[in-house]
Each structure stands twice: as structure tokens, then as C-alpha cells.
């Protein structure tokens, strides 16, 4: 710990599971970055002109499949899974990886033929997703940006999306108990990190629209007025 070095060790790269690839080292981020104030988060995260919005939600909420559209829809991409947040005015938002996990069919529905699959064995907690390795060939890639909101997504089906102001209760809901759940350690010192981070900015809920692009252009719009 003191010469911030970790060691992981694997008999082989091949038996490496479509998790594992995905957030590889994860336990060693939350660890290492809760010394520094910052907390590994369980959320997708967009952006645009330098700043950022936070899209929690548990499996299936959509974020995934937001995020990536944004990302092929022209804005920056922090990631679709876990990243980083830190508390501050404003708080902000730290990529840790470049991959994407969506279903089989909105895979093919969202990403270009050209973006690479990533393969390994069978992995219980992933079986229904495919795992796509995404770089700056594919757009814009951010790294660190202040949060201008955070932005929950609710799948509804709707021709257009909707994006209405709600409350700071509810984001702090749609992000803390599934970080806490996969993020265990210092449960007090991460809940009031996370308490601070979505106190710090404005939550809306987006209501997402079957129609993708749309989705991308009612989040560019958000960004573009706050």
C-alpha cells in the first residue's frame, strides 16, 4: 500500500471471465481511492463540453444503453458501469474503464460491427451480455469532468423522451445501494460521499425513448443548460 502498488495474479489472460475484463481490479480502485476521498461508483456517466452527468440505476434501468448511444451520438463517454466520483463544488467524475456490457440484441442494435467483443469463459453474473471494447476510434472518451447533474433513466417506451426535475432522495436511491452492495468497505465514509455528491448537483429523471438518438439529443439539450 505504501508504493500504491497492486498485484494480481492469474494462471492465464484465456481463463480471464467476460467480468473480469470488464472491471478488471475493481476492488483494488475502491480500496485504493477511498484513501484519497473518492469512491468507486456503480453508475454510467455522459458528457459534453466539459462537464458531466451521472446515470445510476440498478441492471436493466438503461444506462448502458444510454451511455453508449451517446457515445456514437457524439458525446464524451466516461463509462457505462463503474467510475470514479469525488465530492467538491462541484463534484466530479473519474473514468476507470473502457468497456461497455449490453444484451445481445441491443448490441447489435447500438454498436457498429466494427467495435470488438471481448471473449472469455462463462461468467453466471454475465451470461446474457456481450462485452465490447470501446476506444477513440468509436468518439470521444472523457476522463475527468465536473458532474452538472445527475440524470436517472427510466425505461417507458415513449416516442419521445421527457426529462423532469426530482429529488436529491431519489438519486441518492438510484446510486448508493447497489455501490454499497458491489463496493463493500467503509460503508459510512462512502454514504456520505455519495450523500455529498448528488447534493451537489441538480437530479432529473429522464424517461427514456424507444427511439435512441433522441435520448442523446434530450441529454445534449440538459447539458447545454446547465
Request: glycine residues 8%.
Amino acid at each position: 500500500r505504501p508504493s500504491n502498488t497492486v498485484v494480481w495474479w492469474t494462471p492465464s489472460s484465456e481463463r480471464l471471465t467476460i467480468t473480469a475484463q470488464g472491471c478488471p481490479l475493481v476492488t483494488a480502485f475502491n480500496w485504493l481511492l477511498a484513501e484519497r476521498g473518492i469512491s468507486v461508483a456503480h453508475s454510467a456517466a455522459i458528457g459534453a463540453n466539459g462537464r458531466a452527468v451521472l446515470l445510476p440505476g440498478k441492471g436493466g434501468s438503461g444506462k448502458t444503453t444510454t451511455a453508449t448511444t451517446a457515445l456514437f451520438g457524439g458525446l464524451d463517454f466516461f463509462g457505462d458501469d463503474y467510475l470514479a466520483v469525488e465530492a467538491g463544488t462541484p463534484p466530479r467524475v473519474h473514468a476507470l474503464y473502457r468497456t461497455a456490457k449490453l444484451d445481445p440484441a441491443t448490441f447489435a442494435r447500438v454498436l457498429p460491427d466494427e467495435v470488438p467483443t471481448l471473449q472469455g469463459p462463462d461468467d453466471p453474473r454475465a451470461v446474457e451480455k456481450h462485452l465490447a471494447h470501446i476506444d477513440d476510434s468509436h468518439g470521444s472518451l472523457g476522463t475527468s469532468a465536473p458532474l452538472a447533474a445527475v440524470v436517472l433513466p427510466r425505461i417507458t417506451g415513449a416516442e419521445h423522451p421527457t426529462i423532469v426535475p426530482t429529488s436529491t432522495g431519489a438519486a441518492f436511491r438510484a446510486l448508493a445501494p447497489s455501490t454499497l452492495l458491489q463496493m463493500p468497505g467503509n460503508m459510512r465514509e462512502k454514504m456520505a460521499l455519495l450523500a455529498d455528491v448528488v447534493r451537489g448537483v441538480p437530479a432529473f429523471e429522464l424517461q427514456l425513448s424507444s427511439n435512441l438518438p433522441r435520448n442523446t439529443e434530450a441529454l445534449r439539450n440538459l447539458l447545454d443548460s446547465q
